[in-house]
C-alpha cells in the first residue's frame, strides 16, 4: 500500500476516534452538570466543539484526498 493509501486510512481512523471521545466528553459533561460543576461542564462542551471542528476539517481533507 502507497502512502496515499495509509493516509486515507489513518484519517478514518482519527475521525472514529474522535468520534469516541466526543461520546465520552458528552457524558462526563453530563456528570459534572449533575455535581454542579457548571464551568467544568461548559469546559467540556467546549472541548467537544472543538473535536467534533477537529473531525470536520478531517473529513474535508478525506473528502479532497479521495477526489485527487
Excluded: F, P
Aim: hydrophobic share 40%; charged share 35%; net charge negative.
Amino acid at each position: 500500500m502507497d502512502d496515499r493509501g495509509k493516509l486515507s486510512i489513518i484519517i478514518k481512523h482519527w475521525i472514529g476516534h474522535n468520534e469516541s471521545h466526543i461520546e465520552e466528553y458528552r457524558q462526563w459533561a453530563e456528570k459534572a452538570g449533575e455535581m454542579g460543576l457548571e464551568r467544568v461542564k461548559a469546559r467540556i462542551l467546549k472541548a467537544m466543539e472543538e473535536m467534533a471542528q477537529s473531525n470536520s476539517l478531517l473529513k474535508e481533507a478525506l473528502k479532497e484526498l479521495e477526489t485527487l
